[in-house]
């Protein structure tokens, strides 16, 4: 709960997603705190399938004697654990190599491939979010059938057109090799196909991995949906209602009873709801006291927070403020730390005596 002369949206509504009366359903100022973790990998992901590859194709070729093609088609068929058997190492060293190269393949290159594959995924996953729940779960659905769907067909149809097989061998190869099984007793011949498929292999195998997970995942949700469906139906209990009050004080406000069915549904963990409400707690000094935030007195003490970092000295930004002057000074981030209530009142002290 939050005090305010202004109107605001309430908490539950921003919890539960209650539709509000514009179109976004979240304000800006809730948008710029969503979580995001940190993405430094992500931004390398790229970069990092590029070059794993490019090495793998520069020493391949070197010590094997393979056309760049060729090398970077081994890399592609190597890392992506779908092994035809068509091209394999023949040194003691290649094989060391091959070795380290599957190693690594398997745990950076691939989480790397994942993330970009992840990102479109999630680009179509963010263009959903504004629909209802149950229009965003058949459009997911949809979107995971489709798309393995679509780049099966698309294998099949390189190899038919370039290795002219049957529309049997064509779908089978291509269900084979996408899936990573890779028997390997359909040869590609063809330079050209070997080609096409170096590029499908890399998109293609990360991509329907993905989607066909994401279908998996959806069932589970589906399960966990009708059990908080059950849970709901059945209603609050005498005992679960003593549960609730944790300060034992015979009543359970908005926050205690939202907290509880949510642990409850398995919605969230209990340390992350601990650590939300320290940050409650740190926001306002005053607000493990009163359960409220003071909205204009934390406002004022972020501006003199953000106001003294400037400043030669600590108790001159905090004087000056209190006395009307300097500038507004922009709010700073809910995460940076507020100043200490005791103090500001010791130096306010302290220029009252002078």
Not at 172 to 187: H, I, K, N, R
Not at 222 to 245: H, I, K, N
Request: overall charge negative; some cysteine; proline content about 4%.
């Amino acid at each position: 709960m939050l005090r305010a002369s202004e109107k605001r949206p309430s908490i539950s509504t921003l919890a539960l997603g209650v539709p509000r009366e514009d179109s976004d359903p979240l304000p800006t100022a809730c948008r710029d705190l969503e979580f995001e973790p940190p993405n430094t990998l992500g931004r390398m992901a790229v970069w990092i399938v590029i070059s794993f590859l490019a090495i793998g194709t520069a020493f391949f070729s070197t010590a094997e004697g393979w056309s760049a093609a060729d090398a970077l088609y081994f890399c592609v068929v190597t890392v992506t654990t779908t092994g035809f058997g068509d091209f394999v190492p023949t040194s003691d060293g290649s094989k060391l190599f091959c070795v380290c190269y599957i190693l690594v393949g398997l745990s950076i290159f691939s989480t790397c491939l994942g993330i970009v594959v992840g990102k479109v995924n999630n680009f179509f996953d963010e263009k959903l979010r504004s629909l209802p729940r149950k229009r965003r779960f058949q459009l997911r659905a949809f979107h995971c059938v489709v798309v393995p769907t679509c780049w099966l067909s698309i294998g099949a149809c390189i190899v038919a057109f370039s290795e002219g097989w049957g529309l049997v061998d064509s779908v089978y190869w291509s269900v084979v090799g996408t899936s990573t099984v890779g028997f390997g007793e359909l040869t590609i011949q063809q330079p050209l196909t070997r080609r096409l498929v170096t590029f499908y292999l890399l998109l293609a195998v990360g991509g329907c991995a993905v989607s066909l997970s994401r279908l998996g995942s959806m069932f589970m949700e589906l399960e966990m949906e009708r059990a908080v469906d059950a849970f709901v139906a059945r209603g609050v209990s005498q005992a679960m209602l003593y549960e609730m009050d944790e300060n034992h004080t015979g009543t359970i406000d908005r926050g205690e009873f939202l907290k509880y069915i949510l642990l409850a549904m398995g919605k969230v963990e209990p340390e992350d709801v601990e650590k939300a409400l320290r940050m409650f707690d740190q926001l306002d000094p005053q607000a493990q006291l009163e359960g409220v935030i003071d909205v204009a007195r934390v406002s004022k003490s972020m501006q003199l927070t953000k106001s003294f970092s400037g400043k030669a000295s600590r108790e001159e930004a905090i004087r000056e403020k209190m006395s009307g002057g300097g500038g507004g000074g922009g709010i700073a981030p809910l995460s940076q730390p507020l100043l200490d209530k005791n103090e500001i009142r010791q130096v306010s002290r302290r220029g009252e005596e002078a």
